[in-house]
Protein backbone atom coordinates (compact mmCIF):
# COMPACT_ATOMS: atom_id res chain seq x y z
CA UNK A 1 0.00 0.00 0.00
CA UNK A 2 2.65 2.61 0.92
CA UNK A 3 4.90 1.59 -2.26
CA UNK A 4 1.62 2.57 -4.10
CA UNK A 5 1.39 5.72 -2.64
CA UNK A 6 4.83 6.80 -3.15
CA UNK A 7 5.02 5.81 -6.04
CA UNK A 8 1.95 8.05 -7.00
CA UNK A 9 3.80 10.95 -5.14
CA UNK A 10 6.84 10.22 -6.86
CA UNK A 11 4.43 10.48 -10.03
CA UNK A 12 2.92 14.03 -9.20
CA UNK A 13 6.71 15.45 -8.80
CA UNK A 14 7.65 14.04 -12.27
CA UNK A 15 4.58 15.47 -13.52
CA UNK A 16 5.43 18.93 -11.71
CA UNK A 17 8.71 18.83 -13.03
CA UNK A 18 7.96 18.18 -16.49
CA UNK A 19 5.09 20.59 -16.84
CA UNK A 20 7.77 23.17 -14.62
CA UNK A 21 10.14 22.19 -17.80
CA UNK A 22 7.66 23.09 -20.48
CA UNK A 23 7.77 26.67 -19.44
CA UNK A 24 9.02 30.10 -18.32
CA UNK A 25 9.49 30.38 -14.62
CA UNK A 26 8.19 33.62 -13.29
CA UNK A 27 9.91 34.15 -9.88
CA UNK A 28 8.79 37.39 -7.75
CA UNK A 29 8.39 40.25 -10.99
CA UNK A 30 11.35 38.41 -13.04
CA UNK A 31 10.58 35.98 -16.13
CA UNK A 32 13.28 33.40 -17.47
CA UNK A 33 12.92 31.40 -20.50
CA UNK A 34 16.36 29.40 -20.29
CA UNK A 35 17.01 27.72 -23.65
CA UNK A 36 19.25 25.29 -22.23
CA UNK A 37 16.55 23.63 -19.37
CA UNK A 38 12.95 24.20 -21.38
CA UNK A 39 12.22 23.54 -24.80
CA UNK A 40 11.35 26.42 -27.03
CA UNK A 41 10.11 26.42 -30.10
CA UNK A 42 8.66 29.69 -30.21
CA UNK A 43 9.29 33.31 -28.46
CA UNK A 44 7.44 32.89 -25.41
CA UNK A 45 3.91 34.98 -25.50
CA UNK A 46 4.27 38.01 -23.08
CA UNK A 47 0.33 38.82 -22.35
CA UNK A 48 0.58 39.05 -19.07
CA UNK A 49 4.15 41.12 -19.22
CA UNK A 50 2.67 43.86 -17.06
CA UNK A 51 4.45 42.59 -13.90
CA UNK A 52 7.52 42.27 -15.25
CA UNK A 53 10.52 44.07 -14.26
CA UNK A 54 12.76 41.63 -15.19
CA UNK A 55 13.02 39.39 -18.86
CA UNK A 56 15.21 36.69 -19.02
CA UNK A 57 15.34 34.85 -22.62
CA UNK A 58 18.57 32.90 -23.39
CA UNK A 59 20.06 30.28 -25.14
CA UNK A 60 17.56 29.50 -27.39
CA UNK A 61 17.29 29.24 -31.39
CA UNK A 62 14.61 30.79 -32.31
CA UNK A 63 14.91 31.49 -36.42
CA UNK A 64 11.77 34.84 -35.80
CA UNK A 65 14.54 36.28 -33.16
CA UNK A 66 17.80 35.42 -34.70
CA UNK A 67 16.63 37.38 -37.94
CA UNK A 68 14.82 40.47 -36.09
CA UNK A 69 11.09 39.81 -36.17
CA UNK A 70 10.35 39.98 -32.65
CA UNK A 71 9.20 43.08 -31.07
CA UNK A 72 7.59 43.31 -27.75
CA UNK A 73 4.89 44.12 -26.10
CA UNK A 74 4.50 46.93 -24.03
CA UNK A 75 5.57 45.69 -20.65
CA UNK A 76 4.90 48.93 -18.67
CA UNK A 77 7.53 47.86 -15.47
CA UNK A 78 9.94 46.67 -17.60
CA UNK A 79 13.51 47.59 -16.24
CA UNK A 80 15.94 44.45 -17.41
CA UNK A 81 16.08 42.90 -21.01
CA UNK A 82 18.19 39.79 -21.00
CA UNK A 83 18.34 38.47 -24.63
CA UNK A 84 21.85 36.42 -24.08
CA UNK A 85 23.06 33.88 -26.30
CA UNK A 86 20.09 32.95 -28.71
CA UNK A 87 22.14 33.59 -32.22
CA UNK A 88 21.02 36.86 -32.91
CA UNK A 89 21.76 38.33 -36.34
CA UNK A 90 19.45 40.83 -36.85
CA UNK A 91 17.45 43.23 -33.78
CA UNK A 92 14.19 44.33 -35.05
CA UNK A 93 14.89 48.41 -34.70
CA UNK A 94 11.46 48.34 -33.01
CA UNK A 95 12.40 45.32 -30.74
CA UNK A 96 12.06 47.73 -27.60
CA UNK A 97 9.96 50.69 -29.21
CA UNK A 98 7.19 49.86 -26.54
CA UNK A 99 9.37 49.87 -23.40
CA UNK A 100 11.66 53.00 -23.74
CA UNK A 101 12.32 52.87 -19.77
CA UNK A 102 14.81 49.75 -20.09
CA UNK A 103 17.86 50.49 -17.85
CA UNK A 104 19.73 47.38 -18.99
CA UNK A 105 20.45 45.13 -22.17
CA UNK A 106 21.87 42.20 -22.07
CA UNK A 107 23.40 41.17 -25.69
CA UNK A 108 25.91 38.80 -24.74
CA UNK A 109 27.18 35.71 -27.29
CA UNK A 110 24.80 36.91 -30.16
CA UNK A 111 25.96 37.51 -33.94
CA UNK A 112 25.40 41.17 -34.20
CA UNK A 113 27.89 43.00 -36.16
CA UNK A 114 27.06 46.48 -35.48
CA UNK A 115 26.25 48.11 -32.12
CA UNK A 116 22.20 48.32 -32.17
CA UNK A 117 22.63 52.38 -32.47
CA UNK A 118 18.66 52.54 -33.61
CA UNK A 119 17.94 50.87 -30.39
CA UNK A 120 19.93 52.61 -28.17
CA UNK A 121 18.51 56.16 -29.91
CA UNK A 122 15.39 55.27 -28.47
CA UNK A 123 16.14 53.61 -24.48
CA UNK A 124 17.32 57.34 -23.09
CA UNK A 125 17.26 55.89 -19.79
CA UNK A 126 20.17 53.00 -19.82
CA UNK A 127 22.24 52.62 -17.84
CA UNK A 128 23.77 49.23 -18.60
CA UNK A 129 24.61 47.67 -21.76
CA UNK A 130 26.51 44.44 -22.45
CA UNK A 131 27.39 43.54 -26.44
CA UNK A 132 29.75 41.34 -25.70
CA UNK A 133 30.68 38.24 -27.53
CA UNK A 134 29.71 39.43 -30.88
CA UNK A 135 30.74 39.80 -33.95
CA UNK A 136 31.12 43.51 -33.77
CA UNK A 137 33.77 45.12 -36.32
CA UNK A 138 33.37 48.81 -35.92
CA UNK A 139 31.98 51.14 -33.67
CA UNK A 140 30.34 53.98 -35.88
CA UNK A 141 30.22 57.72 -34.49
CA UNK A 142 27.15 59.05 -31.94
CA UNK A 143 26.83 55.20 -31.58
CA UNK A 144 25.74 55.84 -28.18
CA UNK A 145 24.94 59.50 -28.60
CA UNK A 146 21.49 60.07 -26.83
CA UNK A 147 22.77 58.00 -23.69
CA UNK A 148 23.54 60.09 -21.26
CA UNK A 149 23.13 57.98 -18.05
CA UNK A 150 24.82 55.00 -19.21
CA UNK A 151 27.23 54.02 -17.12
CA UNK A 152 28.45 50.43 -18.04
CA UNK A 153 29.24 49.83 -21.85
CA UNK A 154 30.87 46.27 -22.41
CA UNK A 155 31.89 45.23 -25.70
CA UNK A 156 34.53 43.36 -25.12
CA UNK A 157 35.10 39.93 -27.14
CA UNK A 158 33.99 41.25 -30.78
CA UNK A 159 36.46 41.83 -34.02
CA UNK A 160 36.46 45.84 -33.30
CA UNK A 161 39.26 47.10 -35.67
CA UNK A 162 38.11 50.39 -35.98
CA UNK A 163 36.23 53.07 -33.59
CA UNK A 164 35.47 56.10 -35.20
CA UNK A 165 35.66 59.62 -33.83
CA UNK A 166 32.81 60.38 -31.62
CA UNK A 167 31.70 57.15 -31.37
CA UNK A 168 31.63 57.72 -27.10
CA UNK A 169 30.17 61.16 -27.22
CA UNK A 170 27.07 61.88 -25.65
CA UNK A 171 28.34 59.26 -22.78
CA UNK A 172 28.67 61.72 -19.72
CA UNK A 173 28.05 58.84 -16.75
CA UNK A 174 30.36 56.43 -18.06
CA UNK A 175 31.76 54.72 -14.95
CA UNK A 176 33.35 51.44 -17.18
CA UNK A 177 34.42 50.45 -20.43
CA UNK A 178 35.70 47.42 -21.87
CA UNK A 179 37.17 47.01 -25.08
CA UNK A 180 39.11 44.43 -24.42
CA UNK A 181 40.13 41.43 -26.92
CA UNK A 182 39.36 43.07 -29.87
CA UNK A 183 41.64 44.20 -32.87
CA UNK A 184 41.83 47.76 -32.51
CA UNK A 185 44.88 49.44 -33.47
CA UNK A 186 44.74 52.96 -32.11
CA UNK A 187 43.87 54.72 -28.50
CA UNK A 188 40.34 55.55 -29.17
CA UNK A 189 40.15 58.52 -27.11
CA UNK A 190 42.35 60.64 -29.23
CA UNK A 191 41.36 64.47 -29.37
CA UNK A 192 37.75 64.03 -29.10
CA UNK A 193 36.74 65.67 -26.67
CA UNK A 194 34.68 63.08 -24.52
CA UNK A 195 33.17 64.06 -21.28
CA UNK A 196 34.32 61.37 -19.53
CA UNK A 197 34.16 62.63 -16.19
CA UNK A 198 33.52 59.73 -14.07
CA UNK A 199 35.64 57.02 -15.70
CA UNK A 200 36.38 54.32 -12.96
CA UNK A 201 38.07 51.94 -14.94
CA UNK A 202 38.61 51.06 -18.93
CA UNK A 203 40.24 48.02 -20.63
CA UNK A 204 41.88 47.96 -23.35
CA UNK A 205 43.80 44.69 -23.02
CA UNK A 206 44.50 42.89 -25.65
CA UNK A 207 44.34 44.78 -29.28
CA UNK A 208 46.48 45.81 -31.56
CA UNK A 209 47.27 49.34 -30.26
CA UNK A 210 50.53 49.94 -31.35
CA UNK A 211 51.12 53.89 -30.16
CA UNK A 212 50.10 56.19 -27.37
CA UNK A 213 51.15 59.57 -28.65
CA UNK A 214 50.91 62.57 -27.17
CA UNK A 215 47.55 64.31 -27.01
CA UNK A 216 45.78 67.20 -25.61
CA UNK A 217 43.18 65.63 -23.88
CA UNK A 218 41.83 66.04 -20.19
CA UNK A 219 40.71 62.23 -18.79
CA UNK A 220 39.81 61.56 -15.22
CA UNK A 221 39.84 57.35 -14.99
CA UNK A 222 40.96 55.71 -12.34
CA UNK A 223 42.29 52.96 -13.98
CA UNK A 224 42.98 52.22 -17.62
CA UNK A 225 44.72 48.52 -18.88
CA UNK A 226 46.37 48.31 -21.87
CA UNK A 227 48.36 45.11 -21.51
CA UNK A 228 48.91 42.53 -24.58
CA UNK A 229 48.84 45.40 -27.09
CA UNK A 230 51.79 46.36 -29.27
CA UNK A 231 53.14 49.21 -28.00
CA UNK A 232 56.81 49.65 -28.28
CA UNK A 233 57.07 53.50 -26.36
CA UNK A 234 54.78 55.67 -24.42
CA UNK A 235 55.15 59.40 -25.63
CA UNK A 236 55.51 62.58 -23.59
CA UNK A 237 51.90 63.75 -23.01
CA UNK A 238 50.25 60.46 -23.90
CA UNK A 239 48.33 59.98 -21.10
CA UNK A 240 47.96 63.47 -19.34
CA UNK A 241 44.75 63.58 -17.11
CA UNK A 242 44.52 60.06 -16.28
CA UNK A 243 44.47 57.21 -15.11
CA UNK A 244 44.61 58.13 -10.81
CA UNK A 245 45.32 55.14 -9.50
CA UNK A 246 46.54 52.08 -12.02
CA UNK A 247 48.34 51.79 -15.31
CA UNK A 248 49.01 48.21 -16.69
CA UNK A 249 51.10 47.80 -19.79
CA UNK A 250 51.89 44.61 -19.19
CA UNK A 251 52.97 41.92 -22.17
CA UNK A 252 53.86 44.99 -24.79
CA UNK A 253 57.21 45.56 -26.46
CA UNK A 254 58.02 48.44 -24.62
CA UNK A 255 61.42 49.55 -24.12
CA UNK A 256 61.12 53.43 -23.81
CA UNK A 257 59.16 55.10 -21.21
CA UNK A 258 59.19 58.84 -21.60
CA UNK A 259 59.40 61.22 -18.25
CA UNK A 260 56.14 63.69 -19.11
CA UNK A 261 53.65 61.22 -20.27
CA UNK A 262 51.67 62.21 -17.51
CA UNK A 263 52.53 65.84 -18.45
CA UNK A 264 54.77 68.07 -16.53
CA UNK A 265 53.25 68.37 -13.45
CA UNK A 266 53.57 65.16 -10.94
CA UNK A 267 50.81 62.38 -10.73
CA UNK A 268 49.05 60.56 -8.39
CA UNK A 269 49.38 57.44 -10.01
CA UNK A 270 49.34 54.30 -7.37
CA UNK A 271 50.27 51.25 -9.21
CA UNK A 272 51.98 51.12 -12.18
CA UNK A 273 52.39 47.28 -14.30
CA UNK A 274 54.86 47.20 -17.00
CA UNK A 275 55.91 43.37 -16.45
CA UNK A 276 56.96 41.61 -19.90
CA UNK A 277 58.11 44.35 -21.69
CA UNK A 278 61.50 45.19 -22.74
CA UNK A 279 63.18 47.85 -20.52
CA UNK A 280 66.66 47.80 -20.02
CA UNK A 281 66.72 50.96 -17.43
CA UNK A 282 64.49 51.20 -14.32
CA UNK A 283 62.47 54.18 -15.88
CA UNK A 284 63.34 56.49 -12.76
CA UNK A 285 63.21 59.62 -14.40
CA UNK A 286 59.39 59.05 -15.05
CA UNK A 287 59.00 57.50 -11.54
CA UNK A 288 60.36 60.74 -9.93
CA UNK A 289 57.05 61.87 -11.67
CA UNK A 290 54.83 59.81 -9.52
CA UNK A 291 55.24 60.45 -6.03
CA UNK A 292 52.13 58.47 -4.79
CA UNK A 293 53.33 55.07 -5.98
CA UNK A 294 52.40 52.13 -3.93
CA UNK A 295 53.09 48.89 -6.29
CA UNK A 296 55.89 49.00 -9.12
CA UNK A 297 56.06 45.64 -11.45
CA UNK A 298 59.02 45.87 -13.82
CA UNK A 299 59.60 41.88 -13.30
CA UNK A 300 60.16 40.25 -16.85
CA UNK A 301 61.74 43.02 -18.88
CA UNK A 302 65.68 43.13 -19.45
CA UNK A 303 66.93 45.15 -16.41
CA UNK A 304 70.42 44.92 -15.35
CA UNK A 305 70.88 46.73 -12.66
CA UNK A 306 69.54 48.96 -10.05
CA UNK A 307 71.03 52.23 -9.88
CA UNK A 308 71.43 54.96 -7.08
CA UNK A 309 68.30 56.71 -5.59
CA UNK A 310 66.43 54.49 -8.18
CA UNK A 311 62.96 55.52 -6.07
CA UNK A 312 63.95 58.15 -4.53
CA UNK A 313 60.63 60.18 -5.25
CA UNK A 314 58.82 57.26 -4.40
CA UNK A 315 58.05 57.26 -0.59
CA UNK A 316 55.03 55.58 -0.42
CA UNK A 317 56.41 52.13 -2.37
CA UNK A 318 55.13 49.36 -0.85
CA UNK A 319 56.12 46.34 -3.28
CA UNK A 320 58.52 46.30 -6.31
CA UNK A 321 58.76 43.47 -8.83
CA UNK A 322 61.95 43.20 -10.40
CA UNK A 323 61.68 39.37 -10.53
CA UNK A 324 63.35 37.33 -13.73
CA UNK A 325 65.68 40.30 -15.00
CA UNK A 326 69.14 40.25 -15.43
CA UNK A 327 70.12 42.43 -12.66
CA UNK A 328 73.75 41.34 -11.48
CA UNK A 329 74.52 44.76 -10.12
CA UNK A 330 72.44 46.62 -6.84
CA UNK A 331 74.02 50.41 -5.94
CA UNK A 332 74.89 50.47 -2.15
CA UNK A 333 71.71 53.50 -2.19
CA UNK A 334 69.73 51.78 -4.68
CA UNK A 335 66.57 51.56 -2.18
CA UNK A 336 67.07 55.28 -0.54
CA UNK A 337 64.20 56.71 0.79
CA UNK A 338 61.65 53.67 0.74
CA UNK A 339 60.56 53.63 4.51
CA UNK A 340 57.25 51.81 3.35
CA UNK A 341 58.69 49.04 1.63
CA UNK A 342 56.73 45.73 2.22
CA UNK A 343 57.61 43.31 -0.54
CA UNK A 344 61.09 43.23 -3.10
CA UNK A 345 61.13 40.68 -5.40
CA UNK A 346 64.30 40.16 -7.11
CA UNK A 347 64.37 36.26 -7.88
CA UNK A 348 65.81 35.12 -11.24
CA UNK A 349 68.44 37.87 -11.86
CA UNK A 350 72.04 37.74 -12.13
CA UNK A 351 72.80 38.83 -8.76
CA UNK A 352 75.94 37.02 -6.85
CA UNK A 353 75.87 39.80 -3.69
CA UNK A 354 74.20 42.50 -2.53
CA UNK A 355 75.79 45.46 -1.00
CA UNK A 356 75.04 45.36 3.21
CA UNK A 357 74.44 49.19 3.00
CA UNK A 358 71.39 48.46 1.19
CA UNK A 359 69.77 47.61 3.64
CA UNK A 360 68.72 49.89 6.34
CA UNK A 361 68.64 48.39 9.92
CA UNK A 362 65.21 50.35 11.09
CA UNK A 363 63.57 48.83 7.77
CA UNK A 364 61.95 45.67 7.56
CA UNK A 365 60.71 43.96 4.38
CA UNK A 366 60.34 40.70 2.31
CA UNK A 367 63.19 40.11 0.02
CA UNK A 368 62.57 37.76 -2.75
CA UNK A 369 65.90 36.30 -4.01
CA UNK A 370 65.75 32.27 -5.36
CA UNK A 371 67.45 31.94 -8.37
CA UNK A 372 70.25 34.11 -8.02
CA UNK A 373 73.53 32.82 -8.82
CA UNK A 374 74.72 33.69 -5.09
CA UNK A 375 78.29 33.94 -3.83
CA UNK A 376 78.43 32.54 -0.54
CA UNK A 377 81.54 33.48 1.67
CA UNK A 378 82.10 35.97 4.96
CA UNK A 379 80.93 39.21 3.12
CA UNK A 380 77.62 38.08 3.14
CA UNK A 381 77.51 37.74 6.86
CA UNK A 382 76.29 41.58 7.48
CA UNK A 383 72.99 40.59 5.12
CA UNK A 384 72.34 37.68 7.07
CA UNK A 385 71.99 39.43 9.68
CA UNK A 386 69.12 41.67 8.57
CA UNK A 387 67.53 38.67 7.04
CA UNK A 388 67.51 37.19 10.38
CA UNK A 389 66.53 40.28 11.95
CA UNK A 390 64.23 41.21 9.29
CA UNK A 391 61.74 38.74 10.72
CA UNK A 392 59.99 38.00 7.56
CA UNK A 393 60.37 34.72 5.26
CA UNK A 394 62.82 34.48 2.77
CA UNK A 395 63.70 32.16 0.06
CA UNK A 396 66.24 29.16 0.39
CA UNK A 397 69.17 31.07 -1.22
CA UNK A 398 71.30 28.49 -3.04
CA UNK A 399 74.60 28.87 -3.46
CA UNK A 400 75.97 29.93 -7.21
CA UNK A 401 79.73 29.88 -5.82
CA UNK A 402 80.42 28.54 -2.69
CA UNK A 403 83.58 28.68 -0.24
CA UNK A 404 82.48 25.54 1.48
CA UNK A 405 82.43 23.04 -0.78
CA UNK A 406 79.85 21.17 1.06
CA UNK A 407 77.59 24.04 1.40
CA UNK A 408 74.65 25.08 -0.98
CA UNK A 409 72.62 26.95 1.07
CA UNK A 410 73.33 30.37 2.32
CA UNK A 411 71.54 29.58 5.46
CA UNK A 412 73.37 26.78 5.95
CA UNK A 413 77.11 28.01 5.74
CA UNK A 414 79.19 27.85 8.51
CA UNK A 415 79.97 31.77 9.32
CA UNK A 416 81.49 30.85 12.67
CA UNK A 417 84.18 28.27 11.29
CA UNK A 418 85.40 29.86 8.70
CA UNK A 419 84.92 33.55 9.14
CA UNK A 420 87.07 35.37 11.70
CA UNK A 421 85.46 37.36 14.40
CA UNK A 422 81.75 36.50 14.44
CA UNK A 423 80.50 34.90 17.80
CA UNK A 424 78.49 31.71 17.67
CA UNK A 425 75.74 32.94 19.27
CA UNK A 426 74.86 35.24 16.03
CA UNK A 427 74.55 32.66 13.59
CA UNK A 428 71.55 32.00 12.39
CA UNK A 429 69.96 28.67 13.07
CA UNK A 430 66.41 28.63 11.72
CA UNK A 431 64.82 31.10 9.88
CA UNK A 432 60.59 31.20 10.02
CA UNK A 433 59.74 30.01 6.46
CA UNK A 434 56.53 28.06 5.30
CA UNK A 435 53.43 29.43 6.57
CA UNK A 436 53.00 32.07 4.31
CA UNK A 437 54.68 30.51 1.03
CA UNK A 438 56.54 33.32 -0.86
CA UNK A 439 53.90 32.56 -3.81
CA UNK A 440 51.19 34.42 -2.31
CA UNK A 441 52.60 37.49 -1.62
CA UNK A 442 53.89 36.85 -5.36
CA UNK A 443 50.59 37.51 -6.84
CA UNK A 444 50.55 40.97 -5.36
CA UNK A 445 53.72 41.80 -6.47
CA UNK A 446 53.56 40.26 -9.68
CA UNK A 447 50.45 43.12 -10.16
CA UNK A 448 49.22 43.07 -13.70
CA UNK A 449 50.36 40.01 -14.19
CA UNK A 450 47.09 38.06 -13.66
CA UNK A 451 44.26 37.79 -16.05
CA UNK A 452 46.93 36.29 -19.20
CA UNK A 453 44.87 33.90 -20.78
CA UNK A 454 47.76 30.85 -21.33
CA UNK A 455 47.20 29.76 -18.15
CA UNK A 456 49.54 31.98 -15.85
CA UNK A 457 47.32 32.89 -13.85
CA UNK A 458 48.70 32.60 -10.06
CA UNK A 459 45.33 32.79 -7.31
CA UNK A 460 44.28 35.76 -5.76
CA UNK A 461 45.18 39.04 -5.76
CA UNK A 462 45.64 40.99 -3.02
CA UNK A 463 45.19 44.85 -2.71
CA UNK A 464 47.56 46.50 -1.20
CA UNK A 465 45.83 46.80 1.59
CA UNK A 466 45.78 43.40 2.87
CA UNK A 467 49.83 42.60 1.79
CA UNK A 468 50.69 44.40 4.98
CA UNK A 469 47.92 43.04 6.97
CA UNK A 470 48.60 39.56 6.63
CA UNK A 471 52.24 40.16 7.14
CA UNK A 472 51.34 41.84 10.60
CA UNK A 473 49.34 38.89 11.14
CA UNK A 474 51.83 36.42 10.77
CA UNK A 475 54.24 38.11 12.79
CA UNK A 476 52.33 38.18 15.34
CA UNK A 477 52.10 34.69 15.37
C1 LIG B 1 12.54 18.62 -26.64
O1 LIG B 1 11.67 18.14 -27.63
C2 LIG B 1 12.19 17.09 -28.41
C3 LIG B 1 11.18 16.69 -29.46
O2 LIG B 1 10.23 17.69 -29.64
C4 LIG B 1 12.52 15.90 -27.52
O3 LIG B 1 13.13 14.90 -28.26
C5 LIG B 1 13.48 16.36 -26.42
O4 LIG B 1 13.71 15.31 -25.50
C6 LIG B 1 12.90 17.53 -25.67
N1 LIG B 1 13.88 17.99 -24.69
C7 LIG B 1 13.58 18.33 -23.44
C8 LIG B 1 14.71 18.81 -22.60
O5 LIG B 1 12.46 18.24 -23.03
C1 LIG C 1 19.46 25.94 -34.51
O1 LIG C 1 18.45 25.64 -35.42
C2 LIG C 1 18.89 25.35 -36.72
C3 LIG C 1 17.68 25.08 -37.58
O2 LIG C 1 16.69 26.00 -37.33
C4 LIG C 1 19.82 24.15 -36.70
O3 LIG C 1 20.33 23.91 -38.01
C5 LIG C 1 20.98 24.41 -35.75
O4 LIG C 1 21.79 23.27 -35.64
C6 LIG C 1 20.44 24.80 -34.40
N1 LIG C 1 21.55 25.15 -33.54
C7 LIG C 1 21.70 24.69 -32.31
C8 LIG C 1 22.90 25.16 -31.57
O5 LIG C 1 20.91 23.94 -31.81
C1 LIG D 1 10.08 44.15 -37.04
O1 LIG D 1 8.95 43.64 -36.43
C2 LIG D 1 7.73 44.03 -37.04
C3 LIG D 1 6.60 43.48 -36.21
O2 LIG D 1 6.78 42.14 -35.94
C4 LIG D 1 7.69 43.50 -38.48
O3 LIG D 1 6.51 43.93 -39.12
C5 LIG D 1 8.91 44.00 -39.23
O4 LIG D 1 8.95 43.42 -40.51
C6 LIG D 1 10.17 43.64 -38.46
N1 LIG D 1 11.31 44.17 -39.12
C7 LIG D 1 12.24 43.39 -39.64
C8 LIG D 1 13.40 44.11 -40.27
O5 LIG D 1 12.18 42.18 -39.63
C1 LIG E 1 29.83 66.86 -18.84
O1 LIG E 1 28.90 66.08 -18.11
C2 LIG E 1 28.43 66.68 -16.92
C3 LIG E 1 27.47 65.71 -16.26
O2 LIG E 1 28.11 64.54 -15.91
C4 LIG E 1 27.74 68.01 -17.23
O3 LIG E 1 27.35 68.61 -16.02
C5 LIG E 1 28.69 68.91 -18.00
O4 LIG E 1 28.01 70.07 -18.40
C6 LIG E 1 29.21 68.21 -19.23
N1 LIG E 1 30.22 69.04 -19.88
C7 LIG E 1 30.26 69.24 -21.18
C8 LIG E 1 31.38 70.08 -21.68
O5 LIG E 1 29.43 68.76 -21.92
C1 LIG F 1 46.85 41.99 -34.42
O1 LIG F 1 48.11 41.61 -33.96
C2 LIG F 1 48.37 40.25 -34.07
C3 LIG F 1 49.68 39.97 -33.39
O2 LIG F 1 50.68 40.81 -33.83
C4 LIG F 1 48.40 39.87 -35.55
O3 LIG F 1 48.64 38.49 -35.68
C5 LIG F 1 47.06 40.23 -36.15
O4 LIG F 1 47.09 39.99 -37.54
C6 LIG F 1 46.71 41.66 -35.89
N1 LIG F 1 45.35 41.87 -36.32
C7 LIG F 1 44.93 42.97 -36.93
C8 LIG F 1 43.49 43.00 -37.30
O5 LIG F 1 45.67 43.91 -37.14
C1 LIG G 1 46.90 64.70 -6.70
O1 LIG G 1 46.21 64.64 -5.48
C2 LIG G 1 46.17 65.89 -4.79
C3 LIG G 1 45.45 65.66 -3.48
O2 LIG G 1 45.91 64.51 -2.88
C4 LIG G 1 45.46 66.92 -5.63
O3 LIG G 1 45.47 68.17 -4.97
C5 LIG G 1 46.15 67.05 -6.97
O4 LIG G 1 45.42 67.91 -7.80
C6 LIG G 1 46.25 65.69 -7.64
N1 LIG G 1 47.03 65.82 -8.84
C7 LIG G 1 46.61 65.38 -10.02
C8 LIG G 1 47.54 65.57 -11.16
O5 LIG G 1 45.53 64.85 -10.15
C1 LIG H 1 77.86 32.66 -11.36
O1 LIG H 1 78.86 33.58 -10.95
C2 LIG H 1 80.17 33.18 -11.22
C3 LIG H 1 81.08 34.24 -10.71
O2 LIG H 1 80.74 34.63 -9.42
C4 LIG H 1 80.35 32.98 -12.72
O3 LIG H 1 81.64 32.47 -12.97
C5 LIG H 1 79.31 32.00 -13.24
O4 LIG H 1 79.38 31.91 -14.65
C6 LIG H 1 77.92 32.48 -12.86
N1 LIG H 1 76.94 31.48 -13.27
C7 LIG H 1 75.80 31.82 -13.88
C8 LIG H 1 74.89 30.68 -14.22
O5 LIG H 1 75.51 32.97 -14.18
C1 LIG I 1 82.61 17.66 2.94
O1 LIG I 1 81.99 16.43 3.25
C2 LIG I 1 82.86 15.30 3.12
C3 LIG I 1 82.05 14.05 3.35
O2 LIG I 1 80.85 14.31 4.03
C4 LIG I 1 84.04 15.43 4.10
O3 LIG I 1 84.87 14.35 3.93
C5 LIG I 1 84.76 16.73 3.83
O4 LIG I 1 85.77 16.92 4.79
C6 LIG I 1 83.79 17.90 3.89
N1 LIG I 1 84.50 19.12 3.48
C7 LIG I 1 84.52 20.22 4.23
C8 LIG I 1 85.25 21.39 3.69
O5 LIG I 1 83.89 20.30 5.30
Not at 86 to 103: D, F, K, Q, W, Y
Not at 248 to 255: P, V, Y
Not at 366 to 380: A, H, K, R, Y
Not at 454 to 474: A, Y
Amino acid sequence: MAVRWISLLLLCLFRLESSYQDQCVLYWTTLTCDGSKLNLTTFPSLDLCEEYRTLSIINTNLTDLQSGKIVLPQCSRLVSLDLSFNGIRILNTSIVRSNPAIEMLKLVGNKLRSVPKDILAGTLFLEYIDLSRNLIETIEEFSFHQNKYLQYLNVKDNRIYTIYGNAFSGLESLHYLHLSNNFITEFPFRDSGYNFSHLREMSLRNNNISRLSTSTDRYVCESIDLAQNLLQSVDDFALVGFPDTSLRLAHNFISRLETFIFGKSPHNLTALGLPFNLLTEIPTSLLRQLPKLVNLNLGNNRLTRIPKEAFTSNRYLMTITLRNNYIHEVHPMALVGLHRLTALNLRNNKLTTLPAELFDPSVQFLIQLFGNNWTCDCEVYPILEWLQKSQYFVDDIKCGTTLHENTSFLLEFPFEEICSGIEEEHVVTTLTTGLLTTDVIDTEAQFDETDIPNGRQEGVQLTPFMLPLLLLFISSM
